[in-house]
């Protein structure tokens, strides 16, 4: 048994990895990481807080999902934007544009399986499949198990590079089954492990292990916010951590590898609670701005005499902020003539604006809100 900072951790008995399972972080635990984790419990502190003081946390949580969506999925060279995502069947779009976006779009439906899976049967095996099978639903991987473990030897590295020239080497497929149940059991229980650290040595676990074929680094940085509102750090998905992971790709990647050659957990914990804090001070800065530009689309609103409906539809402009009058009827359920005669008030109150026709309909966007997502 290891005694630490941390906690009591039993690790594994054999090693079928570099690194040992859990680790021993008795030797990291130093000044400079004590500052870091406290800045970083108070800024994913902040975010939780202010996320129980919003008019409708809900209704905000779609457009920072999507947010988060389009990050991660670019960090695996996806090429399309969050707009290409919510203009699926609004715009013309090239087959491999669409590809990428609906890449996007299937993040955002993991994340939110996920979610259900907390709420029912919790953080584990099954809910880590049923988000991969989600993931790569009707898109590239389709072809490569979607929710079952891999059956094969994969190696990280350059597109094309042998297995002699890969980064990385994952454990063999035989070994993945046992190895994901560890895992599971670890997020289940991580004994006294601060939950900031538990979640680091979670996200770097699950990618060492590399259970799937394909997807693994987006389903591992969907365990990030899932574990955080597991353990109540947060309660609704509007942590955006892939941003900071993709602006620092290479430290990104070098700090992970840095654990599997030389079990150095010191540099990576501290990465990753950096990240953390930078993401979740940033996600808190767009909740708020979001938050506003709703209250003031709000207030137009109730200058036309809105009824629940008027703001049902305008609801709806947050969690699709590209819209013809068919696709909020069948989101909201409201009759389409009634439907219509909404969203041209929306129009005319200058919450969303035309954006010309496609297929005969009417194309709207909620541009306020678009320009907010570009912007970071």
Not at 232 to 254: C, D, Q, R, T, V
Not at 279 to 297: C, G, M, N, P
């Amino acid at each position: 048994m290891i005694s630490s900072i941390y906690g009591k951790i039993e690790p594994m008995k054999k090693q079928l990895l570099a690194h040992t399972f859990p680790p021993d972080l008795s030797e990291i635990y130093d000044e400079k990481l004590a500052n870091q984790l406290a800045q970083t419990q108070g800024a994913v502190g902040s975010l939780l807080q202010t996320s129980r003081l919003l008019q409708n946390p809900n209704l905000l949580m779609s457009p920072i999902l999507a947010k988060e969506a389009e990050s991660s999925s670019q960090l695996e060279g996806t090429q399309a934007s969050i707009s290409d995502a919510y203009q699926i069947d609004l715009v013309e779009q090239s087959e491999e544009k669409r590809n990428d976006a609906q890449e996007i779009r299937n993040y955002e439906s993991s994340m939110r399986k996920g979610v259900a899976a907390l709420e029912t049967y919790g953080l584990n095996e099954l809910a880590i499949r049923e988000m991969h099978k989600t993931l790569l639903a009707d898109v590239r991987g389709e072809d490569k198990n979607p929710g079952e473990y891999r059956r094969e030897e994969v190696w990280v590295g350059k597109l094309g590079a042998s297995k002699i020239k890969a980064r990385y080497v994952p454990p063999e497929p035989l070994h993945v089954k046992k190895l994901m149940e560890e895992l599971s059991a670890f997020m289940q229980d991580s004994g006294k492990v601060n939950p900031l650290i538990a979640c680091g040595v979670i996200h770097h676990r699950f990618e060492a292990i590399h259970p799937f074929k394909d997807g693994n680094g987006r389903v591992g940085r969907l365990l990030i916010t899932l574990y955080l509102m597991k353990e109540g750090l947060l309660e609704i998905p509007i942590l955006y951590p892939s941003g900071y992971f993709e602006e620092h790709k290479p430290e990104y990647m070098a700090a992970l590898s840095k654990v599997d050659k030389n079990e150095d957990w010191y540099t990576w914990l501290l990465f990753f609670l950096v990240g953390i804090q930078a993401q979740a001070e940033l996600s808190l800065k767009l909740v708020l701005k979001i938050d506003a530009l709703y209250k003031e689309a709000l207030l137009k609103v109730s200058k036309q005499k809105a009824n629940i409906n008027l703001i049902r539809v305008l609801d709806d402009t947050f969690c699709n902020p590209y819209l013809t009058a068919p696709i909020v009827h069948r989101a909201t359920g409201i009759p389409l003539a009634t439907t219509k005669r909404y969203i041209n008030l929306l129009e005319k109150a200058g919450v969303i604006e035309g954006l010309g026709t496609y297929k005969k309909q009417k194309v709207y966007v909620n541009r306020k809100l678009i320009n907010i997502l570009q912007a970071i």
